[in-house]
Nanobody
Framework: QVQLVESGGGLVQAGDSLRLSCRAS????????MGWFRQAPGKEREFVAQ????????YYTHSVEGRFTVSRDAAKNTVYLQMNSLKPEDTAVYYC?????????????????WGQGTQVTVSS
């Protein structure tokens, strides 16, 4: 069992930066690949970024490549999403998720545990 708690969301202007954190409770954090997803009002939850168990590989959806960076700190049981050059279309609730089954997956169905989400609002 893993519990995930996100933090770091907020209201910013276009072009600003935010860093989201997701702290995992329990042991064996390194056994989970971690993903970030987001959901805007009236839209389906979509994949944003993912980092493998080892932290050696990362993956991003096309719209955030070059602007967002996902990383993990095993000592702190925490995964981060650094978001730079934010755009109004990045506005959404951001969720972190953990999967023990897949090391690489963009499909939210494959993730076992989810955080409660943190709101990111980017004004123009």
């Amino acid at each position: 069992q893993v519990q995930l708690v996100e933090s770091g969301g907020g209201l910013v202007q276009a072009g600003d930066s935010l860093r989201l954190s997701c702290r995992a409770s329990g042991r064996s954090f390194s056994s989970y690949a971690m993903g970030w997803f987001r959901q805007a009002p009236g839209k389906e939850r979509e994949f944003v970024a993912q980092i493998t168990r080892s932290g050696l590989s990362t993956y991003y959806t096309h719209s955030v490549e070059g602007r967002f960076t996902v990383s993990r700190d095993a000592a702190k049981n925490t995964v981060y999403l650094q978001m730079n050059s934010l755009k109004p279309e990045d506005t959404a609730v951001y969720y972190c998720a953990a999967t023990s089954t897949y090391d690489i997956s963009e499909n939210p169905v494959n993730y076992d545990y989810w955080g409660q989400g943190t709101q990111v609002t980017v004004s123009s």
